[in-house]
């Protein structure tokens, strides 16, 4: 089992960044897929999810109208568009796939630094 994310990088405000993570060795396709993001220091906060087929999603209220999660079940990816972002949006960014509580595993984070 494992998810790779990519995508992370340093980027000046305003700017825009494309996360991607891609899943294997699980049925990806039936899992809920988050985006979380941490500060250090501080807990780990959801950023936005998708359902297993696109019907559901949910924002964070920080990133609403600036950052969009899609996914592609084929490729077994997640993806989060993320722009106009801001210094406050720094942070390691990690990908979550959960079908249950016993089935939620997680990506080993990529780091988007916001600054100018």
């Known amino acids: 089992v494992q998810l790779v994310e990519s995508g992370g990088g340093l980027v000046q405000p305003g700017g825009s960044l494309r996360l991607s993570c891609a899943a294997s060795g699980f049925a990806f396709s039936s899992y809920i897929a988050s985006w979380y993001r941490q500060i250090p220091g501080k807990e780990r906060e959801l950023v936005a999810n998708?359902?297993?087929?696109?019907?559901?999603?949910n924002y964070a209220a920080s990133v609403k109208g600036r950052f969009t999660i899609s996914r592609d079940n084929l490729k077994n990816t997640v993806y989060l568009q993320m722009n106009n972002l801001k210094p406050e949006d720094t942070a390691v960014y990690f990908c979550?796939?959960?079908?249950?509580?016993?089935?939620?595993?997680w990506g080993k984070g990529t780091l988007v630094t916001v600054s100018s």
């Open positions: 998708i359902f297993p087929f696109g019907g559901i999603i």
């Open positions: 979550n796939a959960r079908f249950d509580s016993r089935l939620d595993y």
